[in-house]
């Protein structure tokens, strides 16, 4: 879910950017709607972050102690990259209301933005520390946007006990956060637990299987240690993929569909067919599947998404491979 980042083996400011987008926007949602009452006419402007921006601002001249006001302008300010302005509002904000969680979170945003994680993590913390003995802590999505955020800047500062706590307090609340799942595999790698890496980068994957490099690269490097040389193979070529390297993924694929990642490689080489509009090969490889997982649910949806029954199953009922699986994913 949400942001995904580039193939390090920490968390990048760009990155950061991605997600740090989002927690904006659910910053300042809602802070929109009592602007939308406020003002329902917008003039035309060159863009529409330019006139949220221009109506925000006549909110806040209208209402100047209105703390929804104030948060839509911060939110409207960052999307625009006014940061210094964004974090001017924030301050207002704070100053008003010294625990409003929402302007703590968007302030932090700004900070990390503005490359001051000290000045973050105290922004940061100030939400961990009173929210966690809450009564609704443990279903707490700002909360869990905090815990998160401290655990990317400690794993960007190297302090991996603090980055692990953060982390693991993150996804005790939301525990299908395929971003935390992510930092949780770096820092058990860097922790020296490598099959705690695989296992926390595996579930990253069940849920942002494609179009995410840096599980892959991690998890190639975490089984390489483990002396999983089959399985790093598959995972660096799947990170092939990733980085539109279709040519190598495909020649590392093929030298593991005999073998016990036979299921994975073939799924593999089916998607990557499929994404190069190859339907006919797509469904070779499916129909490969069938023969050794003959009720493989990402063979058969595949083929049927292609408009194929899967009729290689009915005939070949073969047992099953090694190591064979019912979805696509890293072994």
């Not at 469904?283 to 063979?299: C, F, G, H, I, P």
Request: aromatic share 6%.
């Amino acid at each position: 879910m949400k942001s995904r980042r580039r193939s390090t083996s920490a968390p990048d400011p760009a990155g950061w950017l991605l997600r740090l987008g989002a927690l904006v926007l659910a910053i300042g949602v809602g802070a929109f709607g009592f602007i939308y009452y406020q003002d329902q006419h917008v003039d035309a402007g060159p863009s529409l972050i330019g006139r949220q921006t221009q109506t925000a601002e006549t909110a806040v001249r209208k209402a100047p102690n209105n703390i929804a006001a104030r948060l839509a302008l911060a939110a409207s300010y960052t999307s625009d990259k006014q940061l210094d302005d964004a974090l001017a509002q924030y301050d207002i904000i704070l100053k008003a209301d010294k625990g409003n969680r929402a302007g703590l979170l968007g302030r932090g945003a700004v900070l990390m933005s503005k490359g001051d994680l000290t000045a973050a993590t105290a922004a940061y913390h100030q939400v961990t520390g009173v929210a966690t003995k809450g009564e609704f802590a443990g279903a707490d999505p700002q909360l869990q946007e905090a815990h998160y955020f401290l655990g990317s800047i400690a794993v960007t500062q190297g302090k991996t006990r603090e980055a692990l706590t953060e982390l693991q307090a993150a996804l005790k609340i939301e525990p299908t956060d395929s971003d935390a799942l992510y930092l949780l595999g770096v820092t058990r790698l860097r922790d020296g637990t490598p099959q705690l890496a695989v296992d926390a980068l595996k579930r990253a994957l069940l849920f942002v299987p494609t179009g995410w490099c840096e599980p892959y690269t991690q998890l190639a490097l975490a089984q390489g240690k483990l002396g999983l040389a089959a399985q790093a193979t598959y995972a660096g070529a799947m990170a092939d993929f990733c980085h539109k390297k279709p040519v190598e993924a495909k020649t590392r694929l093929k030298t593991l569909i005999r073998g016990p990642e036979a299921v994975d490689a073939l799924l593999g080489l089916a998607l990557i067919a499929e994404t190069e509009s190859s339907n006919p090969e797509a469904v070779s490889w499916y129909k490969k599947v069938l023969v050794v997982d003959r009720k493989n649910v990402t063979a058969i949806s595949g083929m049927s998404r292609l408009g194929v029954g899967p009729t290689a199953g009915k005939t070949s009922p073969a047992p099953k491979a090694a190591g064979s699986s019912t979805t696509q994913g890293p072994s």
